[in-house]
Structure formats: C-alpha cells, structure tokens
T-cell receptor, first 113, second 114 residues
Framework: GAVVSQHPSRVICKSGTSVKIECRSLDFQATTMFWYRQFPKQSLMLMAT?????????EQGVEKDKFLINHASLTLSTLTVTSAHPEDSSFYIC?????????FGPGTRLTVT | AQSVTQLGSHVSVSEGALVLLRCNYS??????LFWYVQYPNQGLQLLLK??????LVKGINGFEAEFKKSETSFHLTKPSAHMSDAAEYFCAVSEGSGTYKYIFGTGTRLKVLA
C-alpha cells in the first residue's frame, strides 16, 4: 500500500520558538494533504487541508498565522508551529489520499517546554 | 453536518471473547464509513471501510463491520479477541466518493484480558 512519512517523529522545543513538521507521500503524488491534531486520549481533529500550489484551508478555530502550512510539491507538505507554547504540545498527524483511500503518517509528537 | 458517536471510551474483553465496538453516524448524504486502529504513538491503520457496496464489510486481522442504515450504525466486531488487538479504535465518516475530509469519533480503547 501507499506510504506517508512524517519527520521528525518526536520534537521538543522551547516556548516561543518555531518548529517545522514534514509530511511526505513516498510512492504517490498528493495534491491534497490533511493535518490533524490529537490530544492525549482524544480523537483526531482536522486542522487544515493542504493544497499543492494554493493556500491551505483551515478549519474553524484554527489560527492560520500560528499553524503555517506549505504544500511545496506533490509529495511534500509542511506544518510550521510558530511561537510555540506549551498548549501546542500534541500529536500531529498528516494524511494523504490516493485512489479511494486515505493514508496516514505515523505522527509527530511535539512537546513545548 | 456529519458526526460520529462511539459508545464506550473503554472496552475490556477476555482473550478469545467476542469484540464489539459501537459506532453510530449522522449524515445527510450516503456516507462512507471507516474503522481505523491506532497503536501507541503511531498513526492510523485502516481496518475496513464501507463505500456503499456490500453492507457486511470484512477487514484485516479478522475484523468485520455491518452497515445498518435503519439504525445509522457501523459496529465493529471480531469473533475472538487476541492480545494483539489491544489498541485504540476510531470510527470515521466522510461524505462519499472523492471527499477525503473525515470526521472521527472519539475513539474506543480496547483492552484484552488474559
């Protein structure tokens, strides 16, 4: 099956700094990718839809200036958490559709100290 | 608007017993429905999906689910639980073909007792 990777798998950063998370579709092209956020023991909440060659679409309540999304190519989307704060600590998961299915990355655990 | 409700945030079964995880959905259009499994600190793995074909859907690892329109349900079952089935399970709904925005339920943590 198709594979979606994320890098890094874990990151710890200091409050006020920015951190970038990469999402790659390894063996297929994806004009659209999705970013989810998952708090401990909770479900996945869709944050935004990443569109190759155009602006991302953010879900209601998600700050677009804080969570910057860039879909640089047909195989890469990045999520940058700007001026991170402890409340941004979470598990971030991306996904990419191909055919009739959607494939999820392994997730990135962000801890802001 | 679509929504998914998973009854029971935690379910415990004995090894070898029947697994039943409940999912009810709300959708104004014929839905596509999915069950995913998540192991600790990992992404989601697709167990099975309903896409308006057969109402009884068979998935990986011995899991299956039945789409019941009259009950707006898509419960996940497995005849005999294995220790390796212990994980978090998520039900999700989308608005059908070509729509990849999924709405996830709150998840059910399955514990398998020896």
């Amino acid at each position: 099956g198709a594979v979606v990777s994320q890098h890094p798998s874990r990151v710890i950063c200091k409050s006020g700094t920015s951190v970038k998370i990469e999402c790659r579709s390894l063996d297929f092209q994806a004009t659209t990718m999705f970013w989810y956020r998952q708090f401990p023991k909770q479900s996945l909440m869709l944050m935004a839809t990443s569109n190759e060659g155009s602006k991302a679409t953010y879900e209601q309540g998600v700050e677009k200036d804080k969570f910057l999304i860039n879909h640089a190519s047909l195989t890469l989307s990045t999520l940058t958490v700007t001026s991170a704060h402890p409340e941004d600590s979470s598990f971030y998961i991306c996904s990419a559709p191909t055919g009739s299915e959607q494939y999820f990355g392994p997730g990135t655990r962000l801890t802001v100290t | 608007a679509q929504s998914v409700t998973q009854l029971g945030s935690h379910v415990s079964v004995s090894e070898g017993a029947l697994v039943l995880l409940r999912c009810n959905y709300s959708s104004s259009v014929p839905p596509y429905l999915f069950w995913y499994v998540q192991y600790p600190n990992q992404g989601l793995q697709l167990l099975l999906k309903y896409t308006s074909a057969a109402t009884l859907v068979k998935g990986i690892n011995g899991f299956e689910a039945e789409f019941k329109k009259s009950e707006t349900s898509f419960h996940l079952t497995k005849p005999s639980a294995h220790m390796s089935d212990a994980a978090e399970y998520f039900c999700a709904v989308s608005e059908g073909s070509g729509t990849y925005k999924y709405i996830f339920g709150t998840g059910t943590r399955l514990k398998v007792l020896a």
